[in-house]
């Protein structure tokens, strides 16, 4: 009989620094358990967006005020590091439509004019990298850079006969959410530019900053 109450007193001691713990740690501990460890897989995404038109910087005539708009299509294919970081390679296909406001400026120098819209079609190739905060839930926060350039396939400036449209350097720095299997991202391109007209004579090297919005699918 004594043992059975000693055991009972023992019980009613336990119940409250058992209501005491938090409520989370149990939680804690199971998802430590069930938690897949640190993996290295395949990657890739396809996403769909739109750069804004911007000023261009240039070296000869300072800020030119223009609308170098650009939707674009993006395939990155890469590994997935665990939880945290993504690496991988990006292409695609960007095209420029807007008003190309160069006219005057060319007229200047060369009496050459220049196209009225850009008309160009580039191909970007780039290093992206992707930081990830991990969650509980289907959203999960990242941080993305992407670093190369872009070659101009086709434009206006060679089709018009004045010479040709060249590409640069391509810098994007961004943020977005990752939604189960969406993807969806905006931030900052830096994408650079030259016009060589028909005589080989450099018109301009240039500068665009813009925003940039997407969306997209990840695999």
């Not at 220049?114 to 990298?129: E, K, L, R």
Request: net charge positive.
């Amino acid at each position: 009989m004594k043992r059975v109450f000693i055991l009972i007193l023992a019980l009613v001691l336990a119940i409250p620094a058992i209501a005491s713990t938090p409520a989370g740690s149990y939680d804690d501990e199971l998802y430590g358990r069930n938690r897949k460890a640190s993996t290295v897989k395949a990657q890739f995404e396809v996403n769909a967006g739109f750069i804004t038109g911007g000023k261009l910087a240039t070296k000869n005539f300072g800020k030119v005020k223009t609308n170098l708009s650009r939707p674009y299509l993006d395939v990155i294919g890469g590994v997935r590091l665990g939880d945290f970081l993504f690496a991988g390679i990006g292409t695609g296909v960007q095209y420029a439509y807007g008003e190309c406001n160069l006219v005057s400026l060319a007229t200047d120098i060369a009496n050459a004019g220049s196209p009225d819209t850009w008309g160009s079609v580039s191909i970007p190739i780039y290093a992206n990298v992707r930081g990830y905060i991990p969650t509980r839930v289907i959203v999960k926060p990242y941080i993305s850079v992407s670093i190369g350039g872009h070659v101009v396939a086709t434009s206006n400036f060679t089709k018009e006969g004045y010479g040709k449209l060249n590409g640069g350097l391509l810098m994007k720095f961004g943020a977005g959410l990752n939604i189960s299997k969406f993807n969806f991202g905006l931030g900052m391109v830096a994408q650079n530019l030259e016009w060589v007209n028909a005589a080989d004579v450099t018109m301009f090297k240039a500068g665009n900053n813009a925003f940039y919005v997407e969306a997209g699918v990840t695999f």
